[in-house]
């Protein structure tokens, strides 16, 4: 009893091992987050206990951070066989938007290859910390990050017959059970990544670029100026991150208001007023003028 009861549980962590590996590549293929991945494994494996562990322990990449619901998600290089963008670099999503897409920018005209490369973006939504594996390419012709994202995600959800290719190394029996166990749910995951992780990663690339509008607009100031404006800049870029990373509208401690300058400023230069704040003020202004009572004139005879 004992002998078959040993060969039993290493027949299971043996078809666990293998199971493993399967449901791990689907994160690492772009298919799923680690915490989707995790999700799943932790029904499918129930009361095995150590299978779970087994998932996320076997590499060191695959441990979530702490991040803080002020930063934009991060990018780590975790394989790449381009030496302009060397495995373990980490930089912001919005450093690896602007670096990977100037970087295939530059390889357009040129007869370098395709070369493999694959990063993990750490991220907080919904104000849980989540990362997610995307393998991209960079070579003539390849996008930015997030383009490759976008092209990536719809491909994978609009050919479902290929996500099921990848339990085929699985031994028969195993193969259908996993199909069964993550196959439907592996749908439901891609869509959240076209329809909210990929906007959300854009939101914050968006942000960057607001930040950097205010950069710009803030080095034509005079000194005393530029530093209250770049002040209410920085605390509005925070909200607006901690807003997005939480799901919740971040409101201020005090209101804020932007400084004026006192150049007067071309009128492409003006941020626009919502309709209504306008009517508000045409109905101010009206009202300190004072009205005019026309005289009726006695009617000639």
Same mark, same amino acid.
Request: proline share 6%; charged share 30%; aromatic share 6%.
């Given at each position: 009893?004992?002998?078959?009861?040993?060969?039993?549980?290493?027949?299971?962590?043996?078809?666990?091992?293998?199971?493993?590996?399967?449901?791990?590549?689907?994160?690492?293929?772009?298919? !799923?987050?680690?915490?989707?991945?995790?999700?799943?494994?932790?029904?499918?494996?129930?009361?095995?206990?150590?299978?779970?562990?087994?998932?996320?322990?076997?590499?060191?990449?695959?441990?979530?951070?702490?991040?803080?619901?002020?930063?934009?998600?991060?990018?780590?290089?975790?394989?790449?066989?381009?030496?302009?963008?060397?495995?373990?670099?980490?930089?912001?999503?919005?450093?690896?938007?602007?670096?990977?897409?100037?970087?295939?920018?530059?390889?357009?005209?040129?007869?370098?290859?395709?070369?493999?490369?694959?990063?993990?973006?750490?991220?907080?939504?919904?104000?849980?910390?989540?990362?997610?594996?995307?393998?991209?390419?960079?070579?003539?012709? !390849?996008?930015?990050?997030?383009?490759?994202?976008? !092209?990536?995600?719809?491909?994978?959800?609009?050919?479902?017959?290929?996500?099921?290719?990848?339990?085929?190394?699985?031994?028969?029996?195993?193969?259908?059970?996993?199909?069964?166990?993550?196959?439907?749910?592996?749908?439901?995951?891609?869509?959240?990544?076209?329809?909210?992780?990929?906007?959300?990663?854009?939101?914050?690339?968006?942000?960057?670029?607001?930040?950097?509008?205010?950069?710009?607009?803030?080095?034509?100031?005079?000194?005393?100026?530029?530093?209250?404006?770049?002040?209410?800049?920085?605390?509005?870029?925070?909200?607006?991150?901690?807003?997005?990373?939480?799901?919740?509208?971040?409101?201020?401690?005090?209101?804020?208001?932007?400084?004026?300058?006192?150049?007067?400023?071309?009128?492409?230069?003006?941020?626009?007023?919502?309709?209504?704040?306008?009517?508000?003020?045409?109905?101010?202004?009206?009202?300190?003028?004072?009205?005019?009572?026309?005289?009726?004139?006695?009617?000639?005879?």
């Amino acid at each position: 009893m004992k002998e078959t009861a040993g060969n039993l549980r290493r027949d299971v962590k043996d078809l666990l091992g293998e199971s493993a590996n399967i449901v791990t590549g689907l994160f690492k293929d772009g298919l !799923c987050t680690v915490r989707g991945a995790a999700n799943r494994w932790r029904n499918f494996t129930r009361d095995i206990s150590g299978a779970f562990v087994s998932l996320f322990n076997s590499t060191n990449e695959a441990l979530l951070p702490g991040l803080s619901p002020e930063q934009q998600p991060v990018v780590t290089v975790i394989e790449s066989t381009d030496k302009n963008i060397p495995a373990g670099s980490r930089m912001t999503l919005s450093e690896a938007e602007t670096r990977i897409g100037e970087l295939n920018q530059r390889y357009w005209d040129s007869d370098e290859p395709e070369r493999p490369v694959r990063v993990a973006i750490d991220y907080m939504l919904d104000g849980e910390v989540d990362r997610y594996w995307l393998p991209l390419r960079t070579g003539p012709g !390849c996008g930015s990050l997030l383009e490759q994202m976008e !092209c990536h995600v719809d491909a994978n959800l609009n050919r479902p017959e290929e996500v099921a290719r990848l339990f085929e190394d699985a031994p028969a029996g195993l193969r259908e059970l996993l199909h069964e166990q993550f196959g439907p749910q592996l749908h439901d995951d891609l869509e959240k990544l076209a329809g909210r992780v990929l906007t959300f990663f854009q939101q914050h690339h968006t942000i960057t670029k607001l930040e950097q509008q205010f950069q710009t607009q803030a080095a034509a100031m005079p000194q005393k100026e530029k530093e209250k404006f770049l002040e209410y800049a920085k605390a509005a870029v925070t909200d607006l991150r901690k807003a997005a990373n939480t799901s919740k509208t971040i409101a201020p401690a005090q209101e804020r208001t932007a400084p004026v300058s006192s150049t007067p400023a071309r009128d492409s230069d003006r941020p626009r007023q919502s309709v209504k704040v306008k009517l508000h003020q045409i109905k101010k202004e009206r009202s300190k003028v004072p009205v005019r009572v026309k005289s009726r004139h006695a009617p000639e005879r």
